[in-house]
């Protein structure tokens, strides 16, 4: 259990290793489908495991497991709940050129000054919905059709941006910006951030793949796994509702602030 299985794509990992991560990806592909932060869990346990090797190895895996769940919870709430497919496909177009641009900048930007910035945002963002337990309980938009795209698509190529240099967080942020600012409801907003997270994926892995930067073995496992995790985590999103969805957004603010806030404290 504890010998490298020396397999083409899964760098060096034990058995145990293997395991470990597949179970990592379905835990984060439930967390994802339901309210984003998925990477939360699925990230840090690539760069605990993976032995030696540069990070952007795990950057660029990571992101193949987590277009495959993506994809499988997109399409689980397209059965569900009704996706506003005109302002979603064009949100995703702009968070797909924005993660590419990310990616191809992920080794070039202080990731300490940006920690900085993503922590102060998620505790704004989560003491905001917890002040507001009303929040995203019914879908209420905030502006006419065209101002509302407008913001889609400006949150969406920043996001997208943030996503590409594999920060913490998107899924999250993504759902937060279609309640607290255009109005959807939790359950709305989480169906249309799925669609635009598999473009932000897809926008990252334009870069890394080419670059070689994938561990095909391990990634395609992952994205197994994190399929499964994905499809259980929306059905249980479509079934519970807005309300379940606010309360595991909260959740997992809280620990993405913790995990940013120990990760700087460490000084990494």
């Known amino acids: 259990m504890l010998d490298a299985l020396n397999w083409p794509g899964f760098a060096d990992l034990t058995l145990a290793g293997l395991l470990f991560l597949c179970a990592a990806a379905f835990l984060a592909g439930a967390v994802d489908a339901i309210v984003g ?8 346990a690539m760069l605990l495991l993976l032995p030696g090797g540069e990070v952007i190895y795990s950057l660029a895996t990571n992101k193949v497991a ?3 769940g993506t994809a499988a919870a997109a399409r689980t709430y397209a059965k569900r709940t009704p ?4 302002a979603a496909l064009s949100m995703a177009l702009v968070a797909l050129l924005g993660s590419l641009g990310g990616a191809m900048l992920a080794n070039a930007l202080p990731s300490h000054v940006l920690n900085i910035i993503v922590l102060v945002a998620l505790v704004a963002v989560g003491l905001y919905t917890w002040r507001k337990p009303d929040l995203g309980s ?3 938009p905030r502006f006419q059709r065209r101002v509302q795209l407008l913001v889609m698509l400006a949150g969406g190529a920043v996001i997208g941006f943030w996503d590409g240099i594999a920060g913490p967080g998107t899924g999250s942020f993504l759902v937060f910006l279609l309640v607290g600012l255009v109005g ?3 359950l709305t907003a989480s169906a249309t951030a799925k669609v635009v997270n598999v ?3 897809i926008g990252a892995l334009i870069f890394f793949i080419p670059a070689g930067k994938v561990l095909w073995g391990l990634g395609i496992l992952m994205a197994l796994s994190n399929i499964a995790g994905s499809v259980l ?5 479509a079934r519970r509702g807005s309300g379940f969805v606010r309360r595991v957004f909260l959740t997992v603010v809280v620990g993405l602030v913790i995990s940013l806030g120990w990760k700087m404290a460490a000084g990494a």
């Open 199 to 201: 473009a932000t994926n």
């Open 184 to 186: 959807f409801a939790f």
């Open 138 to 140: 019914v879908d209420a």
């Open 233 to 237: 985590g929306a059905m249980l999103a």
């Open 83 to 86: 996706i506003d497919w005109s």
């Open 37 to 44: 932060g998925g990477g939360l869990i699925q990230l840090p």
């Open 66 to 68: 987590a277009i495959a």
